[in-house]
């Protein structure tokens, strides 16, 4: 009972109730030994784990160690001396590595009193030489200096978007260096030595230091100080608030207003906060600008000085260009307006310098508008395009000189090489220059939107003051004082919450994006999102990361955007039109007109054109030819190969001419086959009967063969993409020479192989051969009986198109003369298929399809997202043409571009000069690409094509431009995706009296499947429309009618099943869309075509609905008219052409 009674309470109640006090102390020392194993175990691994903090010196920590395996021993786990010592060694920080090496190697025996000693010895060298990493303190998260008023204990200070006291000190575990402004609450200072007398901070500057305070010991990844009692107290109570306030903005940094307003200097700062527009900012922080410095350094010139008096008084104007590097938008130019009394100014970019004209006209409008004044005087340089030119009789005025005259405007022009006497507009070209290149020189986005950082640092400049005005330019233009609340770092990371009425709950409410500017016409901000399809928005609603690094990088990256210097011939000197000769080779120092293509006289010239023919180096012509080449032995080769497979085939018989019958005659044709990227891939030679000498009736009476259209191999392109099926390519060799021959044909013996002593004999032949007329038919005829006999069935609109269906699985072939498409949902299916097919061909396996008729295949399964791309082609292109370095474009026609027969040649001497370029296999070269996957150019192509009879030096211009936009996108690719609808829809369109040589209109129309193009036409209209609803309506015509193609092709498919449906067909002309649905007839519409009439019916019978859309929306305007770049490039978007999918 007593022995019970001395036991605490707590384990009174789990001991047994005994009345024998033997029993009763076993079981208490059973109890307590589990406890001593467990307490043993916990000591053990704070032993070996224990790391030394430098908090209360080396020997309290050594002796830690030792009352711990004190302990230990205590509880029966002895330890000898040497594994103490080796834990204790464990236990030092990296400043100690040295003298562990040094202890390790000298020592004799490991003895835990001597280990003390010279540890403590240790410790003490190293902070007299001050080899312990200092600790400084960031406070604030945006590593600014901290600083407090002098007198007061730690005040509170507003620091951001929340209230957090001054003496609150954010540690910062991941920042290199800390800096504080405070010497109290260090234990230890000391002056630096001279090799620590600077520091060098995150910004590239370095900062001179008064003392070193502290140091700090690196324990478990962070250096540890020893700060007084009420310093480390302030740490502590904030340790557990670390990540509660991220990203606070110290609203009061002068560097940071410095990069809001696009690195304006300090005197203009300073001077918006002593009028107010600013409040009180700290500019101890302000220092050097290493991004000012990169991109503002300059020679200092003396300005003259001569002032108006009222606004509008003086316009000064100048136009900077053409910039090394095209705008997002295509520009390489720009011009600026600056008024002399206020320095207020305009700037607009533009793609040539004949805009200016168009844009001073807009300015002018806008200006007097606004201030209700008058333009007196516009001071310009002497540019042709101000001045005009100059010729023997004066001035020649340009159309900005004669609108000056006409608007009664007194035009004031520099001197020819005296630039400063415009200053004023020289200045401000130049400040804007500056100001872009220091803003793009921190951040992270394309160097191709210097035009949206253009327009902000001109926003910036009107809104801040300048030396040469008292007040701001703004104040002095509007009468009131600007607010700079909303202004923003350009180029700074942002989360842009846009308007999304389809936005679902789960969806991500903000995109990702950069900060690149503020809308003309609307108060908001402008961001740059290259992961949204629409890369440019407007939003009012984002937050902005202004805090921490913006580009990302420590140095700031190059900005390479000068302005081209071109030598330009004195505007008096006649230009003569330059006739392009034939040349052999291109010099790689070839010059380059402004545009950046080719002079006509680099242009190389073929002898014979062929308007498909890319070729980039020259296949022979005859067997001579061939075999006197370098690839000689290569194309003998091919030859050989080619009579194998005529042997294998049994395509001939060698006998003797019948009477009365006279053999066709043949020839070797020569190809070098090649890869996407132009390598040559196999020499190929083919025997070619000369099929024009045959008789109709008497060697051939049918010819036709079905060949594959380009929208069906799209269609399947799209179900591949949607459904995910496995894409794989065949091809048949020497496929013609299946084809069986229901006439007797007698053909020559191929030359260099005619059969010694034989020479006489000819081949009569069994089956067809390439170059017969009716080769291709027999071809078709042959596999189609064989295919179908498998169990496949031909489309009933397109005969190259198979499908074959066992269960639930299916599986597309797509016949293109010799090459074979397989695309299955099953894999077994496939290789049936491909079994089937080599039994009764030869064949070739290409595996999966990556490469056919020109058109590259890229594929991301995992997105299901599937490409159509012709960049090789373009590339080959170019390349014959020898404008394969020009400057890209920004569309392949432009608002306002016409073309008419008004440029075609005048006289018989024109006409001889353009027989020499290549027009004709130009506009072939072109027309492929869009038939195949660049809908984007159909319209342009389609202008083209309707002068080849008789094209002009402007309608080759045309075609060059075209090729230079071919140039800029040849990455684009044709895009299907993965969709939640599988619904084919159309968007039909067209111009009025478009046409200038006939005033008829232009049809167009794009229809859609799997967010991707699978159909378009551009052609201009048979009739003469009286109203735009009429043009409409023939449009619409035109859609339907290929709209009902598409019907009955995709539903012999069986795969869509919303085909079913009536085919949405979009319009954006409302009185269109009535009268297409409306059974009446009014007086604009009785003298229509009854032909055109039909679209009623087919509304009516449910085949097609004809719906409303927005302009802005209209995906088909593109191919009837030219649009302004920005439009234009929106457009081409939605037809699902993108150089990144």
Not at 564 to 590: A, G
Not at 1051 to 1065: E, F
């Amino acid at each position: 009972m007593f022995m019970r009674m001395t036991i605490a309470n707590n384990i009174k109640t789990s001991l047994p109730q005994t009345e024998f006090a033997s029993e009763f102390l076993k079981s208490v020392e059973e109890r307590f030994k589990r406890a001593d194993k467990s307490l043993a175990g916990t000591l053990m691994a704070e032993l070996t784990t224990m790391k030394y903090d430098g908090q209360k010196g080396i020997q309290q920590h050594i002796l830690n160690m030792t009352e711990k395996a004190a302990k230990l021993k205590a509880l029966g786990m002895g330890m000898d001396e040497s594994f103490l010592v080796q834990f204790v060694l464990n236990s030092l920080p990296s400043q100690f590595a040295p003298f562990k090496i040094h202890y390790n190697t000298n020592s004799d025996q490991w003895n835990l009193n001597e280990l003390t000693s010279k540890c403590i010895q240790e410790e003490v060298r190293l902070r007299q030489e001050g080899h312990y990493l200092a600790l400084a303190v960031t406070h604030g998260v945006t590593k600014k200096k901290g600083k407090f008023k002098k007198g007061k204990n730690f005040p509170p200070k507003k620091s951001g978007p929340g209230e957090v006291p001054s003496n609150t000190w954010w540690i910062d575990s991941g920042a290199t260096t800390h800096v504080t402004n405070l010497m109290q609450g260090f234990l230890t200072t000391r002056k630096p030595k001279e090799s620590e007398k600077f520091l060098y901070m995150g910004n590239r500057l370095k900062v001179e230091m008064v003392a070193v305070v502290g140091y700090g010991i690196l324990c478990d990844g962070l250096y540890k100080i020893s700060l007084n009692h009420e310093f480390a107290q302030a740490l502590i109570t904030l340790h557990s608030n670390v990540g509660s306030k991220r990203g606070l903005i110290n609203e009061n940094s002068s560097i940071l207003w410095h990069r809001r307003l696009e690195h304006i200097s300090r005197e203009r700062i300073e001077r918006l906060v002593k009028e107010g527009i600013l409040q009180n900012l700290d500019f101890i922080d302000f220092h050097v600008c290493v991004d000012c410095i990169k991109g503002k350094q300059t020679k200092h010139t003396k300005k003259g000085a001569t002032r108006s008096n009222e606004l509008l008084e003086i316009i000064h104007t100048d136009i900077c260009g053409p910039l090394s590097v095209p705008c997002f938008t295509g520009e390489k130019y720009f011009i600026t307006f600056i008024d002399d009394l206020s320095r207020y100014g305009y700037v607009y970019l533009m793609h040539e310098k004949s805009q200016a004209i168009d844009i001073f006209e807009m300015f002018i409008t806008e200006v007097e508008r606004q201030l209700d004044k008058k333009i007196k005087i516009v001071r310009s340089d002497r540019g042709g395009e101000y001045y005009g030119r100059y010729d023997e009789s004066g001035q020649n005025p340009g159309p900005f000189a004669k609108f000056l005259e006409k608007r009664g405007i007194c035009a004031q022009y520099t001197m020819p090489g005296t630039p400063q006497q415009n200053g004023v507009a020289e200045r401000r070209n130049r400040t804007l220059m500056e100001m872009v290149r220091s803003m793009m020189s921190y951040s992270s986005v394309l160097i191709s939107l210097w035009g949206e950082a253009l327009k902000t640092a001109m926003y910036i400049l009107n809104r801040v003051p300048s030396k040469a005005v008292p007040k701001t330019p703004f104040e002095l233009w509007t009468g009131r004082k600007p607010s700079l609340r909303h202004i923003h770092i350009w180029g700074c990371p942002a989360e842009a919450r846009i308007y999304n009425p389809h936005e679902k709950k789960l969806d991500s409410k903000t995109i990702s994006g950069y900060f690149i500017g503020y809308p003309d016409k609307s108060k908001g901000y402008k961001f740059y999102c290259p992961n949204h399809s629409v890369r440019i928005v407007e939003t009012g609603n984002a937050r902005f990361l202004e805090n921490g690094e913006i580009s990302g990088s420590n140095e700031p990256r190059k900005v390479d955007i000068e302005e081209i210097r071109v030598d330009i011939p004195p505007p008096f000197l006649p230009q003569e039109i330059i006739v392009p000769q034939p040349v052999q080779q291109v010099e790689d120092n070839e010059q380059h007109n402004r545009d950046g293509s080719l002079p006509l006289e680099n242009i190389a010239i073929e002898n014979a054109e062929s308007d498909f023919d890319i070729g980039i180096r020259k296949d022979p012509v005859s067997f001579s030819q061939a075999m006197e080449s370098d690839d000689s032995s290569k194309w003998m080769e091919a030859m050989n190969e080619e009579l194998k497979s005529i042997a294998h085939n049994g395509v001939w018989d060698l006998i003797e001419l019948p009477n009365n019958c006279k053999p066709v005659g043949c020839k070797w044709v020569f190809k070098t086959k090649r890869d996407a990227k132009g390598n040559i891939e196999q020499f190929k030679a083919r025997l070619v009967a000369k099929g024009f000498t045959q008789k109709e009736g008497i060697d051939y009476k049918d010819t036709f063969s079905p060949i594959s259209k380009k929208d069906s191999l799209r269609i399947i392109m799209a179900l591949v993409a949607h459904f995910d099926l496995e894409l794989h390519q065949m091809d048949v060799k020497t496929a013609f020479l299946n084809g069986n021959l229901d006439e007797d044909i007698y053909m020559e013996q191929p030359e260099g192989f005619a059969k010694k002593g034989n020479e006489h004999l000819v081949c009569k032949l069994k089956k067809s051969i390439y170059g017969l007329k009716q080769a291709s038919r027999q071809w078709y005829i042959k596999f189609n009986n064989t295919i179908t006999s498998f169990g496949f069935k031909e489309n009933i609109v397109d005969q190259c198109i198979y499908l074959k269906v066992s269960g639930s699985k299916f599986i597309f072939l797509i016949l293109y003369v010799d090459d074979i498409l397989l695309a299955s949902s099953d894999l077994g299916l496939l290789r049936e298929t491909k079994e089937y097919l080599s039994k009764n061909f030869h064949m070739v396996d290409m595996g999966k399809t990556n490469y056919v008729i020109g058109i590259e295949i890229f594929r991301d399964r995992s997105r299901g997202v599937l490409g159509l791309s012709q960049k090789g082609y373009i590339d080959r292109v170019l390349e014959r043409f020898n404008i394969q370095s020009c400057s890209s474009g920004i569309a392949p026609i432009l608002k306002g571009d016409k073309l008419s027969k008004m440029q075609c040649p005048r006289n018989n001497m024109e006409r001889e000069q353009m027989k020499k370029i290549p027009y004709a296999s130009t506009v072939g070269s072109l027309m492929y690409a869009q038939t195949c996957t660049r809908p984007d150019i159909s319209f342009a192509v389609s202008m083209l094509g309707r002068y080849q009879s008789d094209p002009g030096f402007e309608h080759w211009k045309a075609a060059k431009k075209v090729m230079r936009y071919l140039q800029g996108t040849k990455d684009y690719m044709l895009t299907y995706k993965r969709s939640e609808q599988l619904e084919v829809v159309d968007y039909s369109d067209s111009d009025y009296g478009g046409c200038l040589d006939s005033l008829k209109s232009t049809s167009g129309f794009v229809f859609m499947l799997a967010n991707g193009a699978i159909s378009w036409k551009s052609e201009k209209q048979s009739i003469t429309a009286s109203s735009t609803m009429e043009a409409e309506f023939v449009a619409c015509f035109e859609a339907s009618s290929h709209a009902l193609w598409l019907r009955n092709f995709i539903s012999g498919l069986g795969v869509v099943d919303s085909i079913a449906k009536p085919l949405r067909i979009y319009c954006d002309n409302t009185v269109t869309v009535f009268f297409s649905k409306n059974g009446k007839f009014s007086s604009g519409s009785k003298h229509m075509d009854l032909k055109y009439l039909v679209v009623k019916e087919r509304v009516q019978k449910q085949q097609v609905s004809i719906e409303n859309i927005r302009t802005t929306l209209m995906v088909a305007d593109p191919l009837t008219k030219g649009l302004p770049p920005k439009a234009y490039l929106e457009h081409v978007m939605r037809m699902g052409l993108l150089s990144n999918p």
